[in-house]
């Protein structure tokens, strides 16, 4: 009997139009978990480099964390992986809500998507019943209809539906899919466009084995109540009215422009009544005592939910305030639009037709207002419609085609991804490795174990020490002691610190933990939901496997190095791992070109950033190593970063000046 998994995955051959039940191999999830894991390992396996993003080849999976759909609770994340079409590397997204835990209940672990189909068409499943179906009559429907129609020709509202708008079916880069109140942003929904896949509802009535029942469920309903009581848990940003930080911190417009003064304690005021006259509940995902999504009904709009920053996104594009987020976020969202990438893509256009670099004749018809204008942008785009067309290929696609000078006003990208516009005056040594080498191609994906800034006063920072439950190791503990202003520690220290962070994230997206609930809390010390100490424990009541912190790091590594592996097979070097340009305003690529370099040996990269044999070897996977000398990545013989003689080159004059 397998325990936590199911055992079987879904594979969907749309041009073949075959459905067939897989049952896996319990090794590969022992070595890689589940979710974003064992999606990196499939598209490792079958998907070649060269394969164009867009053609039936490509895959896009579905991948369940391996503890989604069982009593642990806040474990709900679905990891959507595929190569992306915006820059040719593993595209990563996550979402959350109720999706994974139907699709475990259904009998599978993951949903793995080949082909093309003729036309439009959609998946149904309900548990061992899988159909393909036509959806033809489903063509340009938004997100909500065609969510709604969907289960009325199922005769199930409790089927889940996972679907794009007309966005994803037109291939916007800044398409999502979206399910319920969540959604995979930032580069399955093009995809699934491409696929011709308008949805997939799903509905299971299984049940999913645990291997330690009893011990399972006492340490689940403890972790509940723990959860539920934790003010660190959770989005506090769905209940807190304070939200200076992002309006004072964050650049709007274009991702330009920081207004340092904004919030102030009327506005607050003003913005509080706005969202309580207008929220109709709170809700959550799939087995969470939190409630993160504020649901809110705006006149003459549907209801729609937001979460996080998601609600600032809108009106901080556009300078606008609350209320004009309020009135065109659900309309964004049925569209089938990213709420983060789509409103920084929209003032990017904008700047550019203030810079002259675009013209009224790019735009005919478009209104004068800066919401009309917003509102005209959105159906462009999501319809490819003139300009609309060269835009629906993101910032960095767009500003390529476009030229004349547009390639600066891309200036928020990394790798080709529209990032969170923070804007710091100084570098944060961690946060620079972060955004630069994140294969998970958004900051907040990766930030959260260790604070963002140090506390100054030392009784309060040992107070803070005491109770900070997630550390993994004891020499974080000195680091925070040491640390007293932001860009000063010691580069080994930030290199570890980097580590954690990506530790946690990397666990949770491969066991189906929500951010909110472990990754991102552990920042905030006192007790957090889900770290180190006790995920192994967790592990073994679920599968039955013996867990403990080291194996679980070791599978960490493991599922970190792989995604790099396939990136680096698919033309990931060095050259490309910057943040963008601004975001800080002192910079010092030196020594930031010195910190890459001894974060890369630290991993057992080379100068590259590609994992050396012996790297791989180590963590098991020799048959990646194999394929990358055997595809000329590797040469069998590569040595780590700061073993290259261009790595020594680059610390010469630092030992040559000690030496003196
Ligand atoms: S903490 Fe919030 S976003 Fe995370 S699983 Fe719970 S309800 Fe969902």
Redesign the pocket.
Known sequence: MRYAETGFQLEVDLSRGSIDKVETDPKDTALFLGGNGMDAKILFDRVPPGTDPWSPDNLLIFGNGLLNGTCVP?A?RVSVNTIAPVNGLFGHSLM?GFFGAEMKMAGYDRIIVKGEAPDLVYLAIHNDKVEIRDARHLRGKGMYDTQRLIQEELGDKRAWVAAIGPAGENRVMTASIDCGNSSAARTPGPVMGAKKLKAIAIRGTKDVNIAHPKEMWEMCSRLRKELDANPN???WMAVDEDDSFHHNNFAWGNARVRRKTFWSSSLEERWRNLKYDHMSRQT??WN?P???HNVIKWPNRRRFSY?CYGKDTYHMASFQELDFTYEILGVSQDLGFDSYSTPQLIAFALELLDAGILTEKDFPGMPSDTRQRFYYMLNIIANREGIGDVLAHGISGAAAIIGNGAEKFDHNTVKKFEQLPIKLGKLNPAYFLMIATGEDMAITQIEGSFPQDPIADDEMREEFIRKWVAVPDKKFHEYFRQWKKRDELPAKAMIEITDWNECMHYLDDSLGF?G??SSFRGQFGGTTGYHVWNMPQIITHATGWEFDKDRLWECFQRNRTLIRALNSRLGLRRFMERPPEDHWAVRNEKYEQQLLTQYYDFKGWTWDGIPTKETLEKLGMGYVAEDLIKRGVLTGNDVTALNDDRGKEQFKEEVLQKGA
């Open positions: 806040g709900n959350g848990i959770g989005d959550g995902c969470c939190k409630a993160c979460k929500c909110f609930v």
